[in-house]
């Protein structure tokens, strides 16, 4: 079975303090990586897929790596408006063609001015 | 704004009811998904459908359905409602082009159901 887990569960940095979020998965035959970003309230938001060791990606305070067995997001520098609960989920073959994502249940990142 | 459109956004429903919430998906978008999110279980997947096809089934319940119509639009039919139900319902879409860009799954915003 497919398994995310997330850590820490909940995390307070002051704005510009730089921090990682940890993802670490057991999957059989990963096809992709995902973070997505979700506010309260509302659905989560695409951010980055990896597929392989060794991938990086970077969007303005966000960069996601791989290794085999775990996922990091770093975020540089942060600012109050970075605040939301950070979803990491692992795809992979389910059967008759189709792929699942297993979401963990995420990381509560909270940004203080 | 991801494209996945979802109504209602709210609803209060009694004990015993049944609701029906229905999702558009992204433009071209063959693949329709349902998932739940209660405040103790994370992300559940649901059921999957591919053109209007059902393609793969997760943590479903027996009082829970859908369907997916020709023109793509779905709907999660949600019957003899419990309290443990209430829950943020999503809908998500991915595109049926078989490169990489089509493994991300957009989500909508999602159906508020409380059940009283």
């Known amino acids: 079975e497919d398994q995310v887990t997330q850590s820490p569960e909940a995390l307070r940095l002051q704005e510009g303090e730089s921090s990682s979020l940890n993802c670490s998965y057991t999957?059989?035959?990963?096809?992709?990586l995902f973070w997505y970003r979700q506010d309260p309230g509302k659905g989560p938001e695409f951010l980055f897929t990896l597929y392989s060791a060794g991938e990086e990606k970077e969007k303005e305070r966000l960069k996601a790596t791989l290794t085999k067995k775990e996922s990091f997001l770093h975020i540089t520098a942060p600012k109050p408006e970075d605040s939301a609960t950070y979803l990491c989920a692992v795809q992979a073959y389910s059967g008759a063609g189709s792929y699942q994502l297993t979401f963990g249940k995420g990381t509560k990142l909270s940004v203080i001015p | 704004d991801s494209g996945v459109t979802q109504t209602p956004k709210h609803l209060i429903t009694a004990t015993g009811q049944r609701v029906t919430l229905r999702c558009s998906p992204r433009?071209?978008?063959?693949?329709v998904y349902w998932y739940q999110q209660s405040l103790d279980q994370g992300l559940q997947f649901l059921i999957q459908?591919?053109?209007?096809?059902?393609?793969a089934k997760g943590n479903i319940l027996e009082r829970f359905s859908a369907q997916q119509f020709p023109d793509l639009h779905s709907e999660l039919n949600l019957s003899s409602l419990e309290l443990g139900d209430s829950a943020l319902y999503f809908c998500?879409?991915?595109?049926?082009?078989?490169?990489?860009?089509?493994?991300?799954?957009?989500f909508g915003e999602g159906s508020w159901l409380t059940v009283v």
């Open positions: 459908y591919y053109n209007g096809e059902e393609r």
């Open positions: 433009s071209g978008d063959l693949s």
């Open positions: 999957v059989s035959g990963l096809r992709g």
């Open positions: 998500a879409s991915s595109s049926p082009v078989q490169d990489r860009s089509g493994n991300t799954i957009y």
